[in-house]
């Protein structure tokens, strides 16, 4: 019944649509303005599983960036996921002029991790396998099918689903005023919307992925979260994952970070903690619950640090950075909070905090004394729009709508920009 009523309402979204076009138009006969206006939208569409199944993922050569989404380094390779499209290669070995080598086409594509050359990407429903030990003669391997399902799919006719980016275009009657001149929009995970503003670990050799990740890998195992589930791969043997559960979590889950055998998950009403010292069946620790707000996570052997924003999924949230005592896992307890612009995502090197602060910028501190993080804020860049940050063994890389820079933070107190990658078409934060 549930997803008969999903279907219909899916069915009929453009005649929703239509609707609220004509609630704008028809509220009020007073001070209204005509306008034609572009704006790109995640729209929904249907797909038949066979369609993106038929062939391997095409490698293509290097190209400009079109919409930077995940962020992810592994040895000398900067890898960039392109949402919904896939993933491109650069060759990082210089920071200060990274190369383009090439461009994995997986359609569907939101997040990545990497196993010892093994390149694991979904590819809708699906986890592909690529080898990457030659990044200039990259392989798919493997496909393991039917382990990312959700509740948009339907196996007895073989469809789903999915988000599309698409530019649209409209010439609309908008009262003036209404809304506070925002834009209505969607986001990468399909909610309408309101706008003000258009590791190493344990031996194994793995990559380093942002605050923002949805897949992360530890112990031999591969953890990848969605809207409202974890899942659990067995990647000891690495070219070939063997998926193993689906833990439910509840709604709203956005991120996960790992750390010394725990995993700490971000969700849109709080911090999940799971003890994954039994690396096949991760199990709960204790949830830090906050108000409703966009939530990525980082933390060190004693404190969690927590960024909160309002935002598309999350606008009645607040603007805030928490930090927690972490020292009891099961007790996790809020210490301070401090006020944000629009904190997204967040990295630690050693006493050393960045926060991306959407359009907002990068700002950096010292957190030594986690109770002073704000009397220690040490800079603030205010036109690099950003949206997470690695802190990699050569360069703190900072991804934002307009592209990708890299800062030579040898000296925490001076960043020093070495490159800037532009992209095609930038969007507002």
Not at 74 to 86: A, M, R, T
Not at 120 to 146: C, G, M, W
Not at 404 to 425: A, G, H, T
Request: with cysteine; charged share 20%; glycine share 6%.
């Amino acid at each position: 019944m549930l997803m008969k009523k999903i279907n219909q309402l899916l069915a009929n979204w453009p005649a929703y649509i239509f609707s609220l076009a004509l609630l704008f138009t028809f509220s009020s006969c007073e001070d209204q303005v005509s306008s034609t206006y572009t704006y790109r939208a995640m729209v929904p569409v249907y797909m038949q599983m066979s369609d993106f199944r038929t062939n391997e993922a095409i490698i293509e050569p290097g190209k400009q960036l079109e919409n930077p989404g995940k962020i992810y380094i592994y040895g000398d390779f900067l890898l960039i996921n392109e949402p919904q499209k896939g993933i491109h290669i650069l060759d990082n070995s210089n920071p200060a002029n990274p190369i383009n080598i090439n461009f994995i086409k997986v359609p569907g594509n939101v997040d990545m991790a990497v196993n010892a050359n093994m390149l694991y990407a979904d590819n809708y429903l699906d986890l592909l396998v690529f080898d990457i030990s030659d990044p200039r003669n990259i392989q798919q391997i493997k496909r393991v099918e039917d382990v990312f399902l959700s509740m948009y799919t339907n196996q007895a006719t073989g469809t789903f689903m999915t988000m599309k980016d698409t530019v649209l275009t409209a010439e609309s009657n908008f009262m003036r005023g209404w809304w506070g001149g925002g834009n209505v929009f969607w986001n990468r995970g399909g909610m309408l919307a309101f706008s003000s503003d258009a590791s190493r670990a344990g031996g194994e050799s793995y990559g380093q992925g942002g605050s923002m990740a949805r897949f992360t890998l530890m112990n031999a195992h591969l953890y990848a979260v969605d809207d409202y589930s974890l899942r659990v791969f067995d990647v000891s043997t690495k070219e070939e994952p063997n998926f193993l559960s689906t833990i439910n979590l509840g709604w709203g889950i956005e991120t996960i970070f790992p750390f010394q055998n725990r995993l700490f998950i971000g969700s849109n009403t709080g911090m999940h903690i799971y003890d994954a010292t039994e690396p096949a069946s991760p199990s709960k620790m204790s949830v830090y619950q906050h108000v409703t707000a966009c939530d990525p996570v980082v933390v060190n052997e004693t404190h969690a640090f927590v960024t909160l924003r309002t935002g598309v999924n999350c606008r009645f949230g607040v603007d805030e950075l928490h930090v927690l005592n972490i020292e009891n896992l099961y007790e996790p307890k809020l210490l301070k909070t401090y006020p944000m612009e629009n904190p997204h995502g967040l990295a630690l090197a050693g006493d050393y905090l960045y926060i991306a602060e959407g359009k907002h910028g990068l700002k950096s501190f010292d957190a030594a004394d986690v109770m002073n993080i704000s009397r220690n804020q040490i800079e603030h860049f205010r036109s690099l729009k950003s949206v997470d940050i690695i802190p990699g063994p050569k360069s703190l890389i900072v991804i934002g709508p307009d592209g990708v820079c890299q800062f030579d933070y040898s000296n925490p107190e001076k960043l020093v920009q070495l490159s800037c990658i532009d992209v095609k078409n930038p969007i507002v934060v």
